[in-house]
């Protein structure tokens, strides 16, 4: 048994992996500030003896005993990270020291979850762990991407000059129940608008790509890498290979729901990639072959259903 502390615990990702690590026979540290993240995600956890919950903001620093770390606190959709962009980087860059402060106080191993947003507006297809990116460092979107890219810098140089054990992932589009229904994902979104029979809404033309992983494939991704040795620091991608036009999800769910919702067409946003598709060889090389098992439509079922869930019983 390790004790084991999740930042952000209480979000979309973490609630899920505070899940897996309790069914493993860990002892979980949730730690929370409420900003995306809801007590509802974990309330079922919370009989669990192993499981403790503590409402926190990382921008602070923490004291605990802990034997490893998951930093997964930050806003990850663009209409909360931009809501207050200054926090939003502060999440990122004093998070990521305070965190890596207790993990050098406690020689914990320590786990980071950056984002595909590190890659920008990418100029290479699909994207590799060596590409350096394509960021625009002071655009709407520079809060989040410039302060995931800060986190790793100081991740990598806490792994060099104090010889921390570190693991770096880089998330690509995870979707699945729990996700905030107003967080302006493309996947809530449309699932939102569709129960509701609101018109969809694309940006552009809709011919922008995404790949498009379910929850529980990420985790299993996380929970692989945080055991490898120490050898592995990353960074590597996590994501679903499969590629995706924003249309082709549209519809999609469209079917999925039997919606008579509309599509409507608005200006693609600021510095939105147009392409976004993670090479998965590193992780297939060294997390003992993980790929993602679920494919889309599979997981857009179970998604669905969550968020009916939400509607009828009026909780979103």
């Not at 493309?186 to 929850?215: D, H, K, W």
Request: hydrophobic share 35%.
């Amino acid at each position: 048994m390790k004790r084991i502390l999740v930042t952000g615990g209480a979000g979309f990702v973490g609630s899920h992996l505070c899940e897996r690590l309790l069914d493993a026979g860990h002892e979980v540290l949730c730690v929370d500030n409420y900003y995306t993240g809801s007590r509802r995600n974990v309330a079922h956890l919370l009989p669990n003896p192993n499981f403790e919950l503590l409402r926190h903001d990382v921008t602070f620093p923490l004291f605990a005993e802990v034997d490893e770390i998951y930093n997964l606190a930050c806003p990850a959709s663009p209409i909360h990270y931009q809501f207050d962009p200054v926090q939003t980087t502060k999440t990122s860059v004093h998070g990521a020291i305070n965190m890596l402060g207790l993990a050098k106080r406690r020689r914990a191993k320590i786990f980071q979850a950056s984002t595909s947003e590190v890659y920008g507006d990418p100029t290479i297809h699909p994207q590799v762990e060596e590409y350096w990116g394509n960021v625009n460092p002071i655009g709407i979107r520079s809060c989040y991407d410039e302060g995931k890219r800060c986190a790793e810098t100081l991740f990598f140089d806490y792994h060099r000059q104090h010889k921390l054990q570190i693991k770096v992932a880089r998330i690509f589009n995870t979707y699945g129940p729990r996700m905030h229904p107003n967080d302006g994902r493309v996947v809530s979104n449309f699932i939102m608008q569709a129960l509701r029979g609101e018109p969809i809404t694309l940006y552009g033309e809709g011919l922008q790509t995404r790949s498009f992983c379910y929850v529980d494939d990420l985790v299993e991704g996380f929970i692989r890498l945080m055991n490898t040795g120490d050898e592995v620091t990353g960074p590597i991608n996590l994501g679903n290979p499969g590629e995706f036009t924003i249309r082709a999800l549209a519809e999609m769910v469209v079917a999925q729901t039997g919606s008579k919702s509309t599509i409507t067409y608005q200006p693609l946003p600021a510095d939105d990639p147009k392409q976004r598709q993670p090479d998965i060889s590193k992780a297939r090389a060294l997390l003992d072959d993980w790929q993602p098992t679920i494919a889309l439509e599979q997981g857009l079922t179970r998604t669905i259903a969550y968020f009916d869930g939400l509607l009828k019983s009026g909780a979103a």
